[in-house]
């Protein structure tokens, strides 16, 4: 059976991946993770709430990867 809670729209899915690609430049800008850092599932999860939040990918990466205190 269908599942359309499973679907997002093709510009959503565009948004997402361009968001995503910034906040992963921008991590390996601020020397938070290297170049060849691949998230683990949390991560990503992590990552798609904070793209829904409306953080952007700056704040994002400074949430996700920055120092905690």
């Known amino acids: 059976m269908f599942n359309e ?12 991946d361009q ?7 921008e991590a390996v800008e601020a020397k938070f993770i290297n170049p060849t850092y691949y998230p683990d599932p949390a991560t990503i999860r992590r990552l798609r709430g ?20």
């Open 5 to 16: 809670s499973k679907c997002v729209s093709l510009m959503y899915e565009q948004g997402l």
């Open 19 to 25: 968001w995503t690609r910034a906040c992963y430049h």
């Open 50 to 69: 904070y793209f829904g939040a409306g953080l952007s990918p700056i704040e994002a990466a400074q949430a996700c990867f920055g120092h905690r205190h």
